[in-house]
Nanobody, 126 residues
Framework: QVQLVESGGGLVQTGGSLRLSCAAS????????MGWFRQTPGNEREFVAV????????YYADSVKGRFTISRDNAKSTVYLQMNSLKPEDTGVYYC???????????????????WGQGTQVTVSS
């Protein structure tokens, strides 16, 4: 079992920055693939960024590439999403996801993750 708690969301103006945090507990944090997804009303949860457990490599949705950075602090069992140059279309509820056994071909698919946080709202005003 993995418990995830997100924090750091809020209201920011276009061009601003936010850093989301996701604190994990319940099992060893190492060897777990960690991802961020976001969701807006009426839409499915969409992939934002992921940190692949086997290599530590990071992958991003095209819409956030160059603006967002996912990172992890194993000592704190926490994964971060640094969001810069925010746009109104980045608005949504951001969810942290974790899975210790997910295969690489599924890391961009929200349906493949076993563990989720409660979500944190990010609102970017124009």
């Amino acid at each position: 079992q993995v418990q995830l708690v997100e924090s750091g969301g809020g209201l920011v103006q276009t061009g601003g920055s936010l850093r989301l945090s996701c604190a994990a507990s319940g099992r060893s944090f190492t060897g777990v693939t960690m991802g961020w997804f976001r969701q807006t009303p009426g839409n499915e949860r969409e992939f934002v960024a992921v940190l692949w457990r086997n290599t530590g490599r990071t992958y991003y949705a095209d819409s956030v590439k160059g603006r967002f950075t996912i990172s992890r602090d194993n000592a704190k069992s926490t994964v971060y999403l640094q969001m810069n140059s925010l746009k109104p279309e980045d608005t949504g509820v951001y969810y942290c996801a974790a899975d210790p056994t997910i295969i690489f071909s599924s890391i961009f698919d929200s349906r493949a993750y076993d563990y989720w946080g409660q979500g944190t709202q990010v609102t970017v005003s124009s």
